[in-house]
């Protein structure tokens, strides 16, 4: 789904990973590591830059446009039992209530908030030291365990994503029973989609594509110094260090887009089902 928001013609970051899972296969010998350095590593380039240009930091803001003080007077009397049956509507193939998705959206944000752009940062940090020291073409130490860290995080939360979906469905609509355990639980919904929101909108999406573009132009500038034999007794460690820390900075950043997509749809699930709830309580009037 992703990928075709953005308008992939293929996928950046399958090809990425597939590439440093070569590089990683190969770094074992210096017949490895020289084959690395001058042709693994600028085609990790040049999909980490089609990547970037594809990811846009040009998304809306997170807002519940419909009034929730109005609508939790609206409801104010109401029996539930009355109101399950009413029309409500969801992300697509949503099967849980609102409060449950809401819970794991927070913790995927909040990974967002914590790491995308620190990932970037710290990748930006090493490529400069590469750049500019020539100790750190030689040897460095190994990002291994940092990133497998980060990647199993990712996974981790993407699976609790997909339990909150049915696989295949694109089921938008739903009752008002599927979406609310009681009356009261909209005031735990509102307050937690305010929270996951608040936390999107900290995220410094400008930053975020700057950071990409200062990564990517950083790679320009080491596959050049590669062409120019600057790279000459590069250990293993080094290449695996240029490809993962790609592969994982663009993994952040597809996280977040796609987090941050599933805030705005389920921002207007929630406001569709209030407004049509409260159309409907005001019809019967």
Known sequence: MLANKLNYKTDPMKEMEHLRDLISNESFSMQG????????????????QSFVHSFSEKTPAVQLKSSERDFMKLLDGRVYLNLSPLMAFVPEGLVVPYIEYLAVLKEAVQHCHDTTL?????????????????????????HDKMYATMEKARAAMNAKVAKCFKTGSTKAEATYAD???????????????????????????????KKADECNNQLEIIIKQIRNNEFEGAGPEVTNNLSNGAYQSGSELE??????????????????????VTEVLKQAK
């Open 33 to 48: 590591i020289v084959h690395s350095l001058q042709n693994l590593i600028p085609s990790i380039q040049k999909n980490f």
């Open 118 to 142: 620190k990932t970037l940062n710290e990748y930006s940090m090493y490529l400069a030291q590469i750049i500019t020291n020539r100790q750190f073409k030689i040897t460095t130490m190994p």
């Open 179 to 209: 979406v609310v355990n009681r009356n009261a639980e909209w005031v735990d919904v509102f307050h937690l989609l305010d929270q996951v929101g608040h936390i999107a909108n900290t995220i410094p999406r400008d930053d975020l594509h």
């Open 255 to 276: 996280f977040f887009a796609a987090t941050y997509f599933r805030v705005l749809v389920i921002t207007t699930s929630v406001g569709d089902t209030m407004q049509k």
